[in-house]
C-alpha cells in the first residue's frame, strides 16, 4: 500500500489516523423500484 | 456547498428511521437513505442558518467531518432533494 | 474529539426492517379477465370477502400515517375494481403515489386521457413476449393485441413514461433487445423480472424458468443494456456469477425485501411477506385484525422474525453467498427447498441438486385458488 509521511504542514488532504471519517458515506441513492418484492 | 444557502426541496418528504432518515421526491421519484442521524439533523437546521457551515457548526458537526457532510450535502443537491435558498 | 463511526452498510441497516414499508404491493382484487399462465396470484375470480371501498380507504389513511411514499396496485386486474378510480385518486390525494400493473384490456382513448391527467401515477403494462406468438402463449389469445393497444392508448393520451413490465421466461430471454426497441418506441421504460414458482406459476414453472445459460445471458445483458432498464432488483440472486466489484453488481439493494422494507396486502386484506409467497406460512396477518396494517407491519411474530439476522445456513460454505444472499424464499418454498437452502436457479447449481431431493408430493400448495373453472366442452345430443 501507499507509505504516508508524517511531515505534511497543510491540513485537509494529508492521511491522518482517521480516514474512517474521510470516507463517511452519509448519504445513498436507491431506486424506488430496486427492492425485491414489489410487482 | 458550506457557503451556500439550501432548502430542502418543497416536494421532498422526510421520514425518520432508526439510522437516520427516508428523503422522497415526489416529482423526481428519487429515494435517497440519509444514513446517520447527524445528516438528519443538519438538513432539519439548514433552514435557520444562513450557510451551510452555519447549520453545521450549530450542530456540533466536528470540523473533521465536514468534507464528508459537504459531498453529502452536494449530492442531495445534484439530485434535487435540496435546493438553493429563495429570496 | 473522535470521529464518529462511519455509517454501516446500507443493506445492513435495512436488514433489520425500517419503520414503515418505503412501498407496498396492494392486489385490489383477484378477478381477472386473463388467465396467464404463470400467475404469482393464481387469480380469475373475484373473491366474495374483498375489503371494501371503505375498507380500502381506510388502509389508505393508516398508510398515509406511516408515510409510505408509494403503493404498487396489482391483482387479478386492479381496473376490474368499479372503485378502482375512486381508490388511486383517493391516494394520490393523501399524498401516496401510485403505479399500477395492468394487462390493459381497460384503457381506451378516454381512460388514458383521464390517466394522463393525473399527477404522480405510474403505469406498468405487462406484457411477456415481442409478438404475439410468444406473449400469448403464456397471457392467453389477444393478450399482446390488448397490451400494444392500452399502450397505443397511453402515447395518444401524452401520458408519458409509462412502463413495460416483462416476465422473463425461456421463450423471450432471446426477445430482451425487441423489448427494449419496443419500449423506447413508445416512450416507455422497461422492466424485466423475475419468474417465481409461485400461484400458477408452480405448475409452469419446470418448463419456463430460464436455464443456467440463459440466467448468465440475463446477466450479461443487464450489465451491457440495463442502463435504463428496471428489475424491481428481482435477478439480485444473479450476482453471484460476478467478482463482487460495483461493474458486475446489478442495480438494487441486492436483497430480500419482504417483510423488511415492502409486503403484500391481498384483496381480501391478509397480508403477505411478499405477493410471490401467497401462503399461510408468509401470512403476518390481516388488515382487518385490531391494529390494522400498522400493528402488522411493527409487531407480527412472522415479519420480527423475517427482520432477524439470517445465516447463511446450507450456503455458509460457499463464497458468493455475500453476492447472492441465498436468492428468493418464494422460489425455494414452492420447490420444496428449505429456506435455509440454495435457490433453485443457484448459478453455482446448487440449487438443482437440492431440488433432487425435494418430495414432489409434499410440496406447498397454495391455500386458495381463485383461477377460473376450466371450461368443460358441453356434449351436445341429437334428441
Given at each position: 500500500m501507499d507509505e504516508t509521511t508524517v511531515t505534511a504542514t497543510q491540513d485537509d488532504t494529508t492521511v491522518e489516523s482517521d480516514d474512517l471519517v474521510e470516507d463517511e458515506l452519509l448519504v445513498e441513492e436507491i431506486s424506488i423500484d430496486g427492492m425485491c418484492g414489489v410487482y | 456547498m458550506l457557503d451556500a444557502s439550501l432548502d430542502l426541496h418543497p416536494r421532498v418528504a422526510l421520514r425518520p428511521e432508526p439510522f437516520g432518515a427516508l428523503a422522497y421526491h415526489y416529482e423526481t421519484r428519487r429515494l435517497v437513505f440519509l444514513k446517520h442521524p447527524d445528516v438528519v439533523r443538519v438538513i432539519k437546521?439548514?433552514?435557520?442558518?444562513?450557510?451551510?457551515?452555519?447549520?453545521?457548526t450549530a450542530c456540533d458537526i466536528d470540523r473533521h467531518?465536514?468534507?464528508?457532510?459537504?459531498?453529502?450535502?452536494?449530492?442531495?443537491?445534484e439530485s434535487e432533494m435540496l435546493h438553493d435558498r429563495c429570496s | 474529539m473522535t470521529a464518529a463511526a462511519s455509517a454501516p452498510a446500507l443493506v445492513d441497516q435495512l436488514k433489520g426492517g425500517l419503520d414503515a414499508p418505503i412501498c407496498l404491493t396492494w392486489?385490489?382484487?383477484?378477478?381477472?379477465?386473463?388467465e396467464c399462465v404463470h400467475c404469482l396470484s393464481s387469480s380469475g375470480r373475484r373473491d366474495p370477502h374483498e375489503l371494501s371501498t371503505a375498507e380500502a380507504k381506510a388502509v389508505l389513511d393508516e398508510l398515509h400515517d406511516l408515510q409510505v411514499f408509494y403503493i404498487n396496485i396489482g391483482g387479478g386486474e386492479p381496473m376490474i375494481r368499479r372503485d378502482f378510480f375512486e381508490l388511486v385518486e383517493y391516494?394520490?390525494?393523501k399524498g401516496i403515489g401510485v403505479k399500477f400493473s395492468t394487462n390493459g384490456a381497460f384503457i381506451d382513448a378516454t381512460k388514458a386521457r383521464r390517466l394522463a391527467a393525473m399527477d404522480y401515477l405510474d403505469i406498468q403494462i405487462s406484457l411477456d413476449g415481442t409478438d404475439a406468438v410468444t406473449n400469448d402463449a403464456v397471457r392467453g389469445t389477444g393478450s399482446y393485441a390488448t397490451a400494444i393497444a392500452a399502450m397505443e392508448h397511453l402515447r395518444d393520451a401524452g401520458f408519458g413514461e409509462f412502463k413495460i413490465s416483462v416476465v422473463v421466461t425461456r421463450h423471450n430471454v432471446d426477445q430482451l433487445d425487441r423489448f427494449k426497441a419496443l419500449a423506447d418506441d413508445y416512450g416507455a421504460q422497461l422492466r424485466i423480472t423475475r419468474l417465481r414458482p409461485s400461484g400458477r406459476g408452480a405448475e409452469s414453472w419446470h418448463d419456463l424458468h430460464p436455464t443456467q445459460a440463459q440466467q448468465r445471458q440475463i446477466y450479461e445483458w443487464l450489465l451491457a443494456h440495463g442502463d435504463r432498464v428496471l428489475t424491481g432488483d428481482s435477478f439480485f440472486h444473479l450476482n453471484a456469477l460476478g467478482d463482487g466489484s460495483a461493474g458486475a453488481t446489478l442495480q438494487g439493494l441486492n436483497l430480500c425485501g419482504a417483510g423488511r422494507v415492502v409486503c403484500l396486502i391481498d384483496p381480501v386484506g391478509d397480508v403477505y411477506a411478499c405477493p410471490f409467497v401467497i401462503h399461510d406460512e408468509f401470512k403476518a396477518g390481516s388488515v382487518r385484525d385490531p391494529g390494522g396494517f400498522a400493528r402488522i407491519w411493527t409487531g407480527s411474530e412472522l415479519f420480527t422474525e423475517l427482520r432477524e439476522p439470517e445465516?447463511?445456513?446450507?450456503?455458509?460454505?460457499c463464497g458468493s453467498y455475500d453476492a447472492c444472499q441465498g436468492g428468493c424464499m418464494a422460489a425455494k418454498f414452492f420447490v420444496g427447498i428449505p429456506l435455509d437452502g440454495p435457490d433453485p436457479e443457484c448459478v453455482g447449481g446448487h440449487g438443482e441438486d437440492a431440488m433432487l431431493t425435494a418430495d414432489g408430493a409434499t410440496l406447498p400448495r397454495p391455500m386458495m385458488d381463485h383461477s377460473k373453472p376450466a371450461r368443460v366442452p358441453v356434449q351436445l345430443t341429437r334428441r
Open positions: - | 437546521a439548514l433552514a435557520a442558518h444562513d450557510t451551510v457551515a452555519d447549520a453545521l467531518r465536514w468534507a464528508s457532510f459537504d459531498r453529502a450535502l452536494t449530492s442531495l443537491y | 392486489e385490489l382484487t383477484y378477478a381477472c379477465n386473463l391516494s394520490i390525494a445465516s447463511a445456513g446450507a450456503c455458509t460454505s
